[in-house]
């Protein structure tokens, strides 16, 4: 049963280690956001396209973003 318990313990760690490792990659690109393609005087939808910014928020999609950052 410790044997049992040690292995999932290992895995769960084996996991998140990897899942880190690829969101740095991910941050390391990174690209501008699109903000000509909103008008934002008329506000944003509510779709949930998640995206990151470089303040580490995260925003609900690309459009309060670049509200943000007007």
């Known amino acids: 049963m410790k044997v049992a ?3 999932l313990l290992f895995s769960l760690a084996l996991c998140f280690y990897q899942g880190n490792a690829e969101l ?13 393609n909103f008008n934002l005087g008329r506000g944003c ?3 949930f396209e998640p995206i990151c910014g ?6 609900s999609n690309e ?3 670049c509200l943000h950052n007007l």
Do not use: H, M, Q
């Open 24 to 36: 740095d990659v991910a941050a390391a690109r990174g690209t501008e956001p699109s903000c000509g």
């Open 5 to 7: 318990g040690v292995f």
């Open 54 to 59: 470089t303040d580490d928020i995260l925003y």
């Open 63 to 65: 459009c309060l973003l």
């Open 45 to 47: 939808t509510r779709e």
